[in-house]
């Protein structure tokens, strides 16, 4: 009789080479060996796909992204085939698949793809038969059966969306460190690791530059309230549970402190200041592509303003192309480009009902002399906009201040 069928995400990390993916058949072996029905979603070996991309950056500077993702989505397929045959060497029965083959249908957005369906019959077949299910993450097909991947970090996503469709009673995602920590371990050592945390406040944290998520996967947890256990691939120690709620966290204002290096700011000088005007600028910047996250105007008694905005790094050179475009088109001046800042936030579910943790915030930056260049808020973060080589000096003054170090 099954205890249950349980999703398990193993990073590529955990599966960065031979001696570790044995060790992760050991683990799923373990598990099996207790009764537990197992989907192992496993993602590309170490830093498999940086590699592939590095690859296809030697070929073309403008790879076609349905190209790139026939390229990438094989690193997966390597990892879950050498996993079955680890698991296989244990004793018990195992069979990978692609995205594909498990029926995961997505559109047809190359590289950061959304999943529409997933038609799971042939892992409920696998099942039956008593094997242990691996499948290739971050990946899916489109109706036209083209290969598509779901975004860096989609791994998770397949996890979790798994978890949803095989109505699994929990989804494991296994990484380097041992659960969600109030910051990130390898900027600040002293950081503390967090035993739960809200749906709400690993989304903000995910979007702002955890790394450990993807924000995309929290998304669908939260939607249909899957519990999800973050925990070490090197470890047997209880991790982090990203829950819906608890009342154990009332009394906590700030949960965590991230920092995000891959942005960059563009400033567009002497706009004009009339209706429209920001709508012409980022509906153009939008047809490229690119993703505008923090926006400041500033207008002033002459009736022009400047307008800065923040974009990921990655796609600063087309970001910039089409910003001096519409500048030239809406007659602003000179544009003006950052390559070198970071985005620290603090982010908890507890700030909303308590006053002063902004002030807070910009009074321990100012105390360590750094400057705030932008500042954006919602109802449980605040980040700002610093120089990129100050960042790590910033995390660690909040870190300390907000109580988010062990003592």
Do not use: W
Not at 66 to 87: K, N, W
Not at 139 to 147: A, F, M, P, R, S
Not at 327 to 353: N, Y
């Amino acid at each position: 009789m099954s205890k249950g069928l349980i999703v398990q995400k193993y990073g590529g990390s955990s599966v960065a080479n031979p001696e570790r993916i044995k060790e992760v058949a050991k683990r799923v072996a373990s598990y099996k060996k207790e009764g537990y029905d197992l989907v192992v979603v496993v993602s590309a070996l170490g830093d498999t796909t940086d590699e592939l991309i590095e690859l296809a950056g030697q070929i073309s500077q403008d790879p076609p992204e349905r190209e790139m993702d026939m390229l990438m989505s094989t690193g997966e397929q390597i990892s879950c085939a050498l996993l079955a045959m680890a698991i296989e060497e244990l004793g018990h029965d195992a069979i990978s698949f692609t995205g594909g083959q498990v029926g995961i249908i997505t559109d047809s957005t190359h590289t950061k793809a959304r999943i529409v369906r997933i038609d799971a019959r042939r892992i409920h077949n696998a099942l039956k038969e008593n094997k242990v299910v691996i499948v290739a993450g971050f990946q899916g097909v489109t109706k036209n059966e083209d290969i598509t991947t779901l975004g860096r970090g989609g791994s998770d996503l397949t996890a979790v969306a798994l978890t949803k469709t095989l109505n699994a009673k929990m989804c494991e995602i296994y990484t380097d460190v041992e659960g969600i920590f109030t910051s990130d371990p390898r900027v600040d050592r002293k950081a503390k690791k967090i035993d739960s945390i809200t749906y709400d406040e690993m989304l903000e944290m995910a979007s702002l530059g955890a790394q450990v998520m993807q924000a995309r996967s929290i998304e669908v947890a939260k939607k249909f309230k899957i519990p999800i256990h973050v925990r070490s691939s090197f470890s047997t120690k209880e991790g982090t549970m990203i829950v819906n709620d608890s009342k154990k966290m009332e009394g906590v204002f700030v949960r965590g402190v991230t920092l995000n290096n891959k942005e960059a700011k563009l400033t567009i000088c002497n706009v004009p200041d009339k209706p429209g005007i920001a709508a012409k600028i980022f509906e153009e910047i939008s047809k490229v592509g690119v993703n505008v996250d923090m926006i400041v105007q500033n207008v002033s008694h002459t009736r022009q303003t400047d307008i800065s905005f923040t974009v990921p790094r990655s796609e600063l050179p087309q970001a910039l192309a089409m910003t001096k475009k519409v500048a030239r088109q809406i007659k602003a001046g000179d544009v003006l480009k950052d390559a070198h800042i970071a985005r620290v936030s603090i982010i908890g579910v507890g700030m909303k009902s308590h006053p002063g943790i902004a002030a807070k915030m910009f009074k321990v930056l100012a105390e360590n002399k750094i400057n705030i260049e932008m500042i954006s808020t919602s109802e449980i973060s605040i980040s700002c906009i610093v120089k990129q080589k100050l960042g790590k000096l910033a995390v660690k003054a909040l870190d300390k201040k907000f109580n988010l170090i062990k003592r």
